[in-house]
């Protein structure tokens, strides 16, 4: 149908695009590592200078030894991996729920539940607080663990629902003829074929968690419990910022989120697990 | 249908005991009163430098002296701090104390969060101890809700290349010379003359005050005849025609390079900064230059309202919930005097006490002598509960007048209209 001229002109087309594209993501990503290189960037470097810097690690060893940065390194990563696994096991459990089984205002309940999903952080943070406060879990990663993997369970209900209304009813059939309950088809079936969903949620979870500052300045009264977000904000001065050691200390606290990134995407490519599972 | 249920109940028990585990042991680092000791907690925001005298100096003589008080710092971080203290003192989980923006005092005040200190007993000794504009600050319906603790205000910076080329010797006096000036560094090449650091009341109002403008009449109660008198109008009007004329900096606009940049290049003339420019650059680790050399200092030049910077600084303030009141206010006063006010200004701090602020040895620190006197003419932003509001309308139609797209007036009278609106709430 086409000549090779056009497929070649095409082509190059489809090229130039994708490459415009990684430019366009990879250039701010590359200036703001070349930044981290700069000394006493209390005014934002300009091209020139970024461009001509010499990589070292100065700024990097400067900031893994300021405001506690190691101590609230380890503590995220306590954090957002409780809440990652508690949010994804949980909303496992409820999306089977509402996939699988018939009750009363099934539908309404899930509504309310997407509802809760709408309403922004800062509104809700001093009823939550109050509540918190109230069941005494201030300044506890109790606390903090209960808003995180409760707000998380809403968001992966919803994503793994939908995912698990695709498996075949009929694989449940085989467990039951073995005589095996609910758990064992949710644990044997639903979960091992829903891996490329739960790598996806996985990752939201643990970046979602990971990242977030305000309710966990909220929660977390005292210096030694907070966790790196706020590290990162307390390089933010009242009159000055030094940018190349905020920038340095935000390229630490990406590297687990691009770790867990890794661990996890290998589970996007296995998708349509349950292909061929069944005969016609 | 049994057996998955318990195992179901089994892994939920576990999480929990997780949950219990954790909180038990965070829990008891937070409360402790063994030695008989009562704890106060104590926001803050210092910086690095700040922070290191308050843990290494401050707390251990304060600790020394106060053998039953034992003082826990808490730096908190700027970003959404206001909501921070709402939600501590909505939640009951404030701390005793908090080293606090001076604009903030009154809005908390009205919330009914703070307590009120000048009914205590030592106040008219603190008072009588410290700079009379600070101390207004902490006003709110005829009683003060919190003491200064340090302050600072703006002066005129100038690059000392920069003046050369334009063939400028001293540090103008007066708004003429200071417009005659940045017209010569401009015809010299200088890529900005005057650097407001923009189009907001923090960066605008020392040269629209100085200019003759107004904001409210004397007592804080009315805005309508004052920021849209025929002074304030004439005042915006000469910062818009500066601009017209490339007088001054894009930053005004947030145009690039920035304030500080500018002036490290040798590309501004002139910036107004508080003491910080000159602690923050000169404690840089490889800076290329000092830049006590390469600035000269200067009060805000003088123009029909005198010479009137803005007041910056903290204060420090009791939350109402506070469970060791006494042992706060006797902190506050501590912070107050001499000594520990001293110390806080090895770092730059301003301090508000009057002997510390004098004293040879703090005047010593080389660039201080111009912010101490600036402090003598400088005005606070209007003492009013409802001031981060009017600011953000304030602001806005700055803007609009400075990007021109409404006239000065039109500006200024809407100000009028919706500061009265905002000042009956």
Known sequence: MYTTKTSLFWKFVVYAVLILGVAVFIIPFIYMLLTTFVDNAYTLPRPSEVF???????????????????????????IAGVSMVGSLFLGALTAYAFARFQFPFKEFLFRMFLFTMMIPVVLAI??????????????????????????????????LRGFFETIPKELEDSIRIDGGGNWRI??????????????????????????????????????ALRTLPIALMMFQGQHASNWAWIFAASIIALLPVVLIYIIFQKHFVKSGLSEGSMKG | MKTPFSKVLGILSIIALLFVSACSSSDSSSEESSDGKVTIEYWHTYSDQEEKVLKEKIKPIFEKEHPNIKLKLTRMPY????????????????????????????????????????SLDGFDKVKSSVFESPMATNMFDGKYYGVPVNTNTKIAIYDKKVLDQAGVTEAPKTMQELAAAAKKAKDAGAKGGITVGGANAWGVLPYFW?????????????????????????????????????????????????????????????????????????????????????????????????SRSVIGGEDLVIFANSKHPEEAWTFAQWMLTKE?????????????????????????????????DQLETALPRTPIPQWSEF???????????????????????DTAKQGEAILKK
């Open chain 1, 186 to 223: 949710f644990w044997n079936i639903y979960l091992p074929l829903s891996k490329p969903a739960l790598g996806t949620m996985a990752i939201f979870s643990f970046s979602g968690t990971w990242d977030e500052y305000f309710v966990a300045l909220t929660i977390i009264k005292d210096e």
């Open chain 2, 391 to 413: 600011e953000k309308v304030f602001n806005l139609n700055i803007e609009k007048a400075i990007r021109g797209k409404m006239s000065v007036k039109e500006a200024l009278d």
């Open chain 1, 52 to 78: 001509s810097v010499t990589p070292n690690l100065d700024n990097y060893e400067t900031v893994w030894n300021r405001n506690n940065f190691f101590r609230y390194f380890l503590n995220s990563l306590l």
């Open chain 2, 210 to 306: 100085s200019l003759g403008g107004k904001l409210t009449n004397e007592d804080y109660t009315k805005m309508d005849g004052f920021v849209n008198s025929p002074e304030s109008v004439k005042a915006l009007e000469q910062i818009i025609l500066w601009k017209k004329d490339g007088l001054l900096s894009p930053t005004i606009l947030g145009g690039e390079p920035g304030a500080w940049d500018g002036i490290k290049k040798h590309e501004y003339m002139m910036l107004d900064d508080g003491p910080w420019f000159y602690s923050v650059l000169m404690n840089e680790e490889k800076k290329k230059e000092d830049p006590l050399e390469y600035t000269v200092r200067g009060l805000i030049p003088e123009g029909p309202g005198g």
């Open chain 2, 79 to 118: 970003e959404g701090l206001k909501q921070q203290v709402i939600a501590g003192v909505s939640g009951n989980a404030a701390p005793d104390l908090m080293r606090m923006d001076i604009i903030w005092v009154p809005e908390f005040a009205k919330m009914g969060a703070l307590k009120e200190v000048s």
């Open chain 1, 126 to 159: 001093v009823p939550q607080f109050t509540v918190i406060s109230n069941l005494g879990l201030v300044n506890t990663y109790a606390g903090l663990w209960l808003l995180y993997i409760g707000g998380g369970v809403v968001g992966s209900t919803f994503f």
């Open chain 2, 340 to 372: 520990p006010q001293k110390l806080m200004s090895e770092t730059g701090l301003i301090p508000t006490n009057l002997n510390a602020a004098k004293d040879p040895e703090f005047l010593k620190v080389p660039f201080v002598k111009e912010y101490v």
